[in-house]
């Protein structure tokens, strides 16, 4: 079908002059993701072939409605300040505690532990409440960053105001500390989203070298003790190293041992943590930035909380070097949508060019080149 050259000219005045393309989205292969609409464009579409068009200043060649659905999507957008000072909140990553009792080596805990905090029960739950009323029934709280968070001498308390509000919950752990009597009162109290268990072998002498600690038997009865329990929607045993034999013989090892009863094994390769002092070699530096793919968009989809109450850019952030607000102080709402953040977002898309000591440069989960 062709179209007139009338139409062209109509289509050319749909398309305002300040629109253009979001520089925030990102190319999954089949479809573009929007990270601060969660919408997703088929590139197979009428309105990706749009949107293709407009890229190459050509007229959109589409029925006016498309173009006003990309506009909804903001696919299309008018101001791209503005759109760095959005926020799609669907992770709360709130660290309630600084605490670790394991020493992994891939991790920042063992070369540099931290001082301990615990967060008070008036911040905690002051940031759930203003996260939850942004995020709504979307919202995730993870209680887990670098520390341990059944160390938390306030842990079962913050999981029932968590279950109560009727959010989901997950915590990554070395179950260490989830006791039997433990696991028995948290299932009294609700149910978590999801429980990673971080274990990364059955070998007792393996096991002190890569979490510092001779737990292995406490974790262990700890593990099958939970598994009576029905505390989770979902629980897994991430099983974290090097994709060498070794590693995968702890695989073969604990699926042997855990997936007869039902239990679901994951493992994982150990990833780096930049500027983190650990052994884990960090990839090269990427001189231009797309984006980040860390579970989703990390700048525009979490908001990460440390034990202060300071809030920051990114996980991988140990040292806490891009503060975007504390919460003591200021808002979650004031945050997310304050100049710190937006020029953050800015940086991490490319849209203005990052110092060249920008933490995203040297991070394996940066789109980038």
Known sequence: MTTSPGFERSQ???VLDAEMESPFLHDRGTVLYNPLTGASLPKDGDAFRALARLRQGLPPGVDPGVLEHLRVARFLIDDVDREARRSHLLFLSLETCTVCNHRCPFCPVSVDPREREVMSTELFESIVNQAAAIGGDDLVVFLS????????????????ALFERKLPVSILTNASQFTPDRA??????????????????????????????????RVLANVD????????????IVVLGEEDDAHRADVEQIRARFEPLGWEVKPFRIRSRPASGTFVPEPPL?????????????PFEHLHVTATGKAVLCCQDYY????????????????LGGDTMARLRRWTY??????????CRRCEFAIGE
């Open 145 to 160: 960053n670098y520390n341990e968070p059944t160390v938390d001498p306030l842990f079962e308390e913050r999981c029932r």
């Open 184 to 217: 028995a009162r948290l299932e009294a109290l609700g149910r978590f989203r999801y429980i990673g268990i971080n274990l990364p072998t059955l070998d007792p002498e393996r096991y002190r070298q890569l979490h510092g600690t001779r737990d292995l038997a």
């Open 286 to 298: 990427k001189k231009k930035l797309r984006g980040c793919e860390l579970m989703g968009s990390r």
């Open 225 to 236: 003790a939970l598994h009576a329990r029905a505390i989770s929607e979902e629980t897994a």
């Open 350 to 359: 490319g849209v203005e060019d990052a110092p060249a000591d920008f933490l």
């Open 320 to 335: 806490e070097r891009l503060k975007v607000g504390d919460l003591k102080t200021e808002t979650v709402a004031g945050i």
């Open 12 to 14: 050319r005045t749909a």
